[in-house]
């Protein structure tokens, strides 16, 4: 089936008010399409550069309808908008992603299910309702364990390293005694990503594996494409082309791998959206991640995937901001600020891209 194609001077509605609905706002800009944001939060980076803004809870309905009223097509900057929200609103104009993929991002345990589903590996797991299922898991996984909430973790928020069961109770107790996952310790030399976008049509498009290096459990560097990866890269671009299919979803879906040292690949987590290690495709892609889920919401064809030349991106944290004089006077550096106004310690605050 013909899908129709969103003429240019319509309106993207992007859920979701960071840096991430910021350039993919940017990016609709360069085609042609204007956007509206959604976002409960005041002072939202991507309101500035939007046509539209709608500061409203994710739950107030006559605002989601409203703002349906406005837009042509509806996409995520971040996946912890409520499943309900987009449920709603994909009744009303096209919403790419889809439901399904919020949810099953957003429940670390129905994630792991899914990717091992597709023909992942992942490391061995189990729910946690309390610390009696932490107390089995260290019998049975052996120690250290990684103890996660199933829900709103990143950046290493949302989770602890568990070495005996005198450390039991203080973890259960950091993570709110909250529904969790514990996970037994993976061995791994680096972690790299793959972001794959699927368009109306139903056609992929992977972008080439990166690898990427963390401070504090933060991205602070993402190297591109990842080196002396082998027949590994093409397992990793597949099984992220499986699973972004397998969620029959319009969009970009991020996968975070581990590479061990015996060679191969235990998945970590997903994300169906931009990702921060695909910010390097803004200068050293044919076709940047933000331009490709305007063009998957949009009903476009896919831009090409192709790396113009190997690039290293770095993130930019807290007080790093302030020299952004000293960046700007490197002319193989290419700057990209998000227009945050408070750099808190370990806060994404921009990043820059450089050829390696």
Known sequence: MVQQM???????????????GRMTALAAA??????HIFAPEKDSPAS?????????DYNDQPALEAFAANVDSITVEFENVPEAALTLLAELKPARPNARA?????DRLVEKKYLESVGFKAAPFQAVDG????????????SPIILKTRRFGYDGKGQVKITSSSDVKAAW?????????????????????????????GKIKSYPAVENRHENHILRQTIAP????GKLAEEAEYLASQAIEGLDMIGLLAIEMFVTEDHQLIVNEMAPRPHNSGHWTM??????????????????????????????????????????????????????????????????????????
């Open 30 to 35: 360069n085609l042609g399409y204007r956007t």
């Open 48 to 56: 500035d550069v939007a046509w539209r803004f709608t500061c409203a």
């Open 131 to 142: 610390p009696e299922d932490i107390l089995k898991a260290l019998d049975v996984f052996g």
């Open 226 to 229: 990842a080196a002396e990866l």
């Open 6 to 20: 969103i003429p240019p001077g319509s309106v993207l509605g992007i859920l979701g008010g960071g840096q991430l």
């Open 102 to 106: 919020l949810a099953t991002a957003q």
């Open 173 to 201: 107790a950091e993570l709110g005694q909250s529904p969790s996952i514990a996970e037994g310790f993976v061995n791994f030399t680096r972690e790299i990503s793959v972001i794959s976008a699927r368009d109306v049509m």
């Open 283 to 356: 200068d050293f892609a044919a076709t940047c991640q933000f331009e490709q889920l305007v063009r998957c919401a949009m009903g476009l064809p896919l831009g090409s995937t192709q790396i113009l030349r190997p690039a290293e991106m770095t993130n930019i944290l807290g007080d790093e901001v302030t020299e952004w004089p000293k960046l700007l006077a490197d002319p193989n550096v290419h700057l990209h600020l998000y227009g945050k106004t408070e750099a808190r310690t370990g806060r994404k605050m921009g990043h820059w891209n450089k050829a390696q």
